[in-house]
């Protein structure tokens, strides 16, 4: 699963399983899925596990069967975007 399918997952979840009709425009995801421009994935995967998290470093995180979980890192690979 690519980042890009991941949200999209990850979306779909928050979503109540329905594609598209975001009502959390705050989202740091919202841009990416809605194709805002100057979305950076890596930034937007962090800055909504921060949230997730309340703040709480990102390593520390205790959901692995979240869809983006395997992407906190900075280091995606260039074919993973």
Do not use: Q
């Amino acid at each position: 699963m690519t980042a890009k399918e991941a949200i999209k997952l990850k979306c779909k979840d928050c979503n109540e399983k329905k594609e598209g009709n975001c009502k959390f425009p705050e989202c740091s995801l919202f841009g990416l899925r809605n194709s805002v421009g100057g979305c950076n994935r890596p930034k937007a995967i962090k800055e909504y596990c921060l949230w997730c998290r309340h703040g709480l470093a990102t390593s520390v995180c205790s959901s692995p069967e979240c869809p983006i979980y395997k992407y906190l890192g900075l280091n995606i690979k260039d074919d993973e975007l």
